[in-house]
C-alpha cells in the first residue's frame, strides 16, 4: 500500500522504515529538510510541504501524522483535512488525548473524511521488534488499512501463545487490535500508559529499597551490600516480575551501578494525567497509578513547599527536628 507520513522523528521516521521494508510505498514529509532527505535515502519518496505530500498519493489515501499531541497534531489534522478529498483517511498514531480524536474524527466526517487513532508503543525499538498498536475508528477504514498495521506489528514472535477461544480475533496475538470507533485506540494506550508509570514506579522503589540497604543508621547485621546489577539480572530469569521494563533496567544498571549520567528528574507525557482523570470520570480507585504520576512530579523538586511545611508541623508539635538526608 502507499501511505504518507508526517512527522519524521524517532518514531516516525521508523515506522516509514519499517514500513518500506515490507514494500509498502510511503511519501515522508517533515518540516527539518534533512529528516526527508534521511528518508529518502532510505527510499521514501520526499514531500516538502502538505500539499505535496496529499498530490503524490493516490485516492483513497492514507496519512500517517506522527507529531506532538494537542497543537500540533491538530493543526495538522485540520490542514489535511482541507487538502484531502472525500474517501480519504488521516491516521494519528502519535499521543493524543482521545477526546481530540472523537472532536477530530467529527470533523473530517463532515467532508466524508475518515479518522484512524493508533495509540503506538515500542519507541525506539520498533524499527526491529515492531509496533504494538491499539486502533480506533470505523472497521472498513481499519480493515482497509490492514496491510500496513499487520507490518508495522511485532506478528506472533516467539511469545508464547495464549489458549483463546474460537473466533478469537488473530490480530491480537500478532500485536495490534481495533479497540473500537474513533478515540477508542488512544484510550486503551492512555490505560496503558497509566500502568506503564505504576510498573516503572514499583521498580524504582523496590531498588531504591535494595539500594539503601548499607545506611549506618540500620544495625550493623542488618545491613547488606547488595549487587544490583546482579540482582535485576537474575529476576530477568524465571522471576513472576520479568518484563521488558525489568530488561531495559538490567541493562541500565550493568552500564552504570550508581546510574550517574542520569539527574533523577522524570517527565510524564500527559497520559499519565489523562488516565488518572479517567478514573476519576469513572470512580475507579487508582491509587497504584496516581501515586506514580505524583512521584513523577516529586522527582522534579529538590524539596517541595509541602515536604518544607510537613517538616515545620512535626517540629511545631513533637520537636522533631529535620535528618540530614540520607548518604
Known sequence: MQLGVIGLGRMGGDIARRLMRAEHGCVVYDRDAKAVEALARDG????????????????????????????????????????????????DGGNSFYKDDIRRATALKAKGQTYVDVGTSGGVWGLERGYCLMIGGEKDVVDRLDPIFKALAPGVGN??????????????EEGYIHAGPAGAGHFVKMI???????????????????RNRTLTSLPQAERFDLNLPDIAEVWRRGSVVSSWLLD????????DGDLAGFSGAV?????????????????????VLSAALFARFRSREEHTFG???????????????EQAAKG
Do not use: C
Request: glycine fraction near 12%; charged fraction near 20%; avoid cysteine.
Open 44 to 91: 521514501g519518496a520526499p514531500a516538502y510541504d502538505l500539499a505535496d505530500l496529499v498530490s503524490q498519493l493516490q485516492p483513497p489515501r492514507a496519512v500517517w501524522v506522527m507529531l506532538p499531541a494537542g497543537g500540533p497534531t491538530d493543526d495538522t489534522v485540520a490542514a489535511l483535512g482541507a487538502l484531502m478529498d472525500a474517501g480519504d483517511t488521516v491516521i
Open 159 to 172: 511469545i508464547p501463545r495464549t489458549p483463546r477461544p474460537d473466533g478469537a480475533d488473530r490480530r491480537a
Open 192 to 210: 496503558h500508559n497509566g500502568v506503564e508509570y505504576g510498573l516503572m514506579q514499583a521498580y524504582a522503589e523496590g531498588f531504591d529499597i535494595l
Open 248 to 255: 531495559l533496567t538490567a541493562e541500565a544498571l550493568a552500564r
Open 267 to 287: 517527565a510524564d507525557s500527559g497520559e499519565g494525567r489523562w488516565t488518572i482523570e479517567a478514573a476519576l470520570e469513572e470512580a475507579v480507585p487508582a491509587d
Open 307 to 321: 515536604e518544607k511545611l510537613l517538616s515545620a508541623m512535626r517540629f511545631g508539635f513533637g520537636g522533631h527536628v
